[in-house]
């Protein structure tokens, strides 16, 4: 088929026209649309050059196999014919991977808070192995998947704790409830414990940063924090950074979630800065422990 660019003496132009109709017109979009509009030869003659575009552009997309292979200026979108009663144009709409690019963008919007990274905001629960390969399941692994489930359906004030080994999956499953919320319309927040306090300790010499950074989390409608227990853990961690952290968010009731390599039992002492002897500290850490558990329901991986 001629391309738009083509050179074409002008005395032939007429019946390369002709064939080239012919040919378009074989494509079963642009021969649906002809027909849905009662196009005559006439209006298919006069926006010739309209038709060869949409055409070409209908092969570039039908070779392609994702954004990052789009050839085109505006990738991620494609040519669609439209008539308006008198004349026939094109207009750009989303390609199949331009639209699943506008929905991730459009849910990631709901994330308010993220020091991970995307990929792990864009986890779904029936996409994961645990899901579609459910016969090696645990059964600890089974009831945490239906508390979750639960969750998404009955949002509550209190969150989840989920404990285990690392690799066990527990972050990839409560990533999975923050994406099903923010599916729901709802602000989440993943944070992972360890960079939140690196990112917290660079800005050291701006408070307002410091105030900031604080301001981000505690307020997030839905939070999870990722690794708790696994940072290194000091009295102003724990008190002042941690500590802040959980009173707000358990006094304005704000669910949060956790993933831990320690059960809520062994959380206490992971929270440990000092000698076991040092009462206060004992206390500060059993505060933490007793505040966490208060805060969730516990499932172990």
């Known amino acids: 088929m001629i391309k738009i660019d083509q050179e074409?003496?002008?005395?032939?132009?007429?019946?390369?026209k002709k064939k080239s109709l012919q040919e378009l017109i074989t494509n079963p979009t642009i021969a649906k649309f002809v027909k849905d509009n009662h196009l005559?030869?006439?209006?298919?003659?006069?926006?010739?050059?309209?038709l060869l575009?949409?055409?070409?552009?209908m092969k570039e997309c039908a070779i392609c196999t994702g954004l990052a292979y789009c050839p085109?200026?505006?990738?991620?979108?494609?040519?669609?014919?439209?008539?308006?009663?008198?004349?026939?144009?094109?207009?750009?709409?989303?390609?199949?991977?331009?639209?699943?690019?506008?929905?991730?963008?459009?849910?990631?919007?709901?994330?308010?808070?993220?020091?991970?990274?995307?990929?792990?905001?864009?986890?779904?629960?029936?996409?994961?192995?645990?899901?579609?390969?459910?016969?090696?399941?645990?059964?600890?692994?089974?009831?945490?998947?239906?508390?979750?489930?639960?969750?998404?359906?009955h949002p509550s004030a209190k969150g989840i704790y989920l404990s285990g080994k690392s690799g066990s999956g527990k972050t990839v499953l409560l990533a999975s409830l923050m994406n099903a919320l923010a599916r729901q319309g709802?602000?989440?927040?993943?944070?992972?414990?360890?960079?939140?306090?690196?990112?917290?300790?660079?800005?050291?010499?701006?408070?307002?940063?410091?105030?900031?950074?604080?301001n981000q989390v505690i307020n997030v409608p839905y939070l999870l924090i990722d690794g708790l227990g696994d940072e290194n853990v000091t009295a102003w961690s724990r008190d002042e950074?941690?500590?802040?952290?959980?009173?707000?968010?358990?006094?304005?009731?704000?669910?949060?979630?956790?993933?831990?390599?320690?059960?809520?039992?062994q959380l206490a002492q992971a929270y440990t800065c000092t000698k076991a002897s040092d009462k206060a500290d004992a206390l500060r850490r059993e505060r933490i422990a007793d505040k966490i558990s208060s805060m969730v329901n516990a499932y172990a991986l």
């Open 241 to 265: 950074i941690l500590g802040t952290i959980l009173n707000y968010r358990a006094i304005n009731e704000l669910p949060t979630f956790f993933t831990s390599t320690f059960s809520l039992d």
């Open 72 to 153: 085109k200026v505006s990738k991620g979108l494609c040519k669609t014919l439209v008539f308006d009663g008198n004349a026939i144009s094109t207009t750009l709409s989303y390609c199949r991977f331009g639209e699943e690019k506008r929905e991730e963008n459009s849910l990631l919007r709901h994330f308010v808070y993220n020091n991970m990274s995307n990929k792990m905001a864009l986890i779904q629960l029936n996409k994961t192995s645990f899901v579609t390969d459910a016969t090696h399941l645990s059964e600890n692994m089974k009831v945490a998947i239906k508390a979750i489930v639960n969750y998404r359906k």
């Open 8 to 16: 074409i003496e002008l005395d032939d132009i007429s019946e390369i």
């Open 53 to 57: 575009g949409f055409d070409e552009d």
């Open 40 to 50: 005559t030869y006439q209006h298919l003659s006069d926006y010739w050059a309209e």
């Open 186 to 214: 709802k602000d989440v927040g993943i944070m992972n414990m360890s960079t939140f306090l690196y990112e917290m300790k660079a800005s050291f010499n701006n408070y307002e940063q410091d105030e900031s950074y604080l």
